[in-house]
């Protein structure tokens, strides 16, 4: 096992139609843990998986260093660099069996003579034969132990001798991740696994993924889209954009303290609500006419910024419905999805036309036009400046914070 290091890593890719370089990876430092789950998200085209390859040895830096421990692996070979890569479309041989797939990375991480292919190919085509027949590899036979011991823990053992055509998504999943499991790498690379499987059996595998992780304690990058992914698996979360290192942290620092509107608005579903508010006297904010008090760690860090313009950001949960009232804000629904357990309701402010997304229970009544009146928490503002970065209270006013609950994404 090992930790990962990205030492100022870029990556451009050459001019094309009169155009500049391509730059996708842009100075990148990051640090990861031995032994932890690394989960990279962000827009399309913003280089996680750019990083995955480079990582991998599929693509070159363009200048930078990657560390696996203590060795530099930029400018070694990918078979050399000890990771394992699974990749969105499996990348099974399709001419292979489950067996032959598990096993094919274990074969070719070592170089072997023609006399030892010879030898193995012997024992694979005799091991059906009767003991006496068949012919031994100690090599071959160390590959089937291990094929064997990770069909047991992925419950591929009846699969064993099928093809990838005959087998189901999810099984094919659980092959493209057996066969990076044989090897023991120091690194898994995941490039987006699960997105082409349906809803519920993305859910069931990405559990088995955490808990493998858990138990193998290999250091693991993990690229996706999906928002539950990226909350529930990894042990922290980097946005990346544009490709550059947005934040930095686990999932519950980067959903209640984002560093700027675009993590703000790119972890959590829904999205923030964004809101154009003035910083007003005594730790309040006002949107338009309306004065909404501030409380919590953030109102420590009003005091200089008083009078100032700056966006206000506030959770779909921490915005409740309630009575009409001089401090509450008036709104007009456009459209609510109910979702079983809770219902999520898209209104217009009525002062300052601001859409915003209110998370409300089930069984409010909540038609298309219907007004309703909206309280915000008051420790649940955060604000950020002209640039859009956080403005962020003392560190010691934010530890003693009190933790809220998250809510469960959908």
Known sequence: MAGVRFEALSKSYPARGGEGPVEVISNLSLDIDDGEFLVLVGPSGCGKSTLLRLMAGLESPSSGEI????????????????????????????????????????????????????????????????????????????????????????????????????????????????????????????DEPLSNLDAKLRGSTRKQIVELQRQLGTTTLYVTHDQVEAMTMGHRIAVLNQGRLQQLGTPMELYRWPSNLFVAQFIGSPPMNVLPVQVGPSQTLMLGERRLSVEGPLADALGPFEGHQLSGGIRAEQLRVAPATNRNLPAEVSHSEVLGNEQ????????????????????????????????????????????????????????NDAEPVLPELN
């Open 67 to 190: 560390w696996v421990g203590n060795e530099a692996v930029s400018q070694l070979r990918p078979a050399k660099r000890n990771v394992a890569m699974v990749f969105q479309s499996y990348a099974l041989y399709p001419h292979l069996s489950v067996r032959d797939n598990l096993g094919f990375g274990l074969r070719r991480s070592r170089q072997r003579s023609a006399v030892d292919q010879l030898q193995d190919q012997l024992h694979r085509s005799t091991r059906w034969l009767p003991g006496r027949l068949r012919y031994n590899s100690e090599r071959e036979a160390r590959v089937e132990q291990r094929v064997h011991e990770v069909a047991a823990a992925l419950e591929l053992e009846h699969l064993l001798d099928r093809r990838p055509k005959e087998l189901s998504g999810g099984q094919k999943q659980r092959v493209a991740l057996g066969r990076a499991m044989a090897r023991q790498p120091a690194v898994f690379l995941m």
């Open 344 to 399: 999520l309701i898209t209104c217009r402010l009525l002062d300052g036309n601001h859409l915003v997304q209110v998370r409300a229970e089930p069984g409010l009544d909540a038609v298309a036009g219907a007004v309703i009146h909206l309280e915000a928490d008051p420790r649940g503002w955060r604000l950020f400046d002209q640039h859009g970065s956080a403005i962020n209270p003392p560190v010691a006013s934010r530890l």
